[in-house]
């Protein structure tokens, strides 16, 4: 009888933990793909957060960001000399 109530207690007990892990790793901007003269940023609604990916990214070119435009989940950059 144990043995039955385990697989839907820790069903209960650790789905909601695996959701919010899975959700918050949603919800960062990553860097899909780049050069030294562009960057693409994957995100979900930050586009600040995306920016900063961005920055990041252009500095090792010594390069700031400019946003050119973005789709649903992809923002774009231009890496240009400050």
């Keep these: 009888m144990i043995g039955l109530?385990?697989?839907?207690?820790?069903?209960w007990l650790f789905s909601p933990i695996a959701i919010a892990l899975?959700?918050?790793?949603?919800e960062k901007?990553?860097?899909?793909?780049?050069?030294?003269?562009?960057a693409e940023v994957g995100y979900t609604r930050d586009?600040?957060?995306?920016?900063?990916?961005?920055?990041?990214?252009?500095a090792r070119y010594?390069?700031?960001?400019?946003y050119l435009d973005s789709s649903e989940n992809i923002a774009y950059f231009a890496c240009e000399k400050p």
């Design 5 to 11: 109530r385990w697989p839907r207690l820790a069903h």
């Design 22 to 26: 899975v959700g918050g790793c949603a």
């Design 29 to 38: 901007p990553f860097l899909s793909a780049g050069n030294a003269n562009s």
């Design 47 to 58: 586009l600040a957060a995306a920016t900063e990916v961005a920055r990041e990214h252009c």
């Design 62 to 66: 010594e390069k700031v960001p400019r």
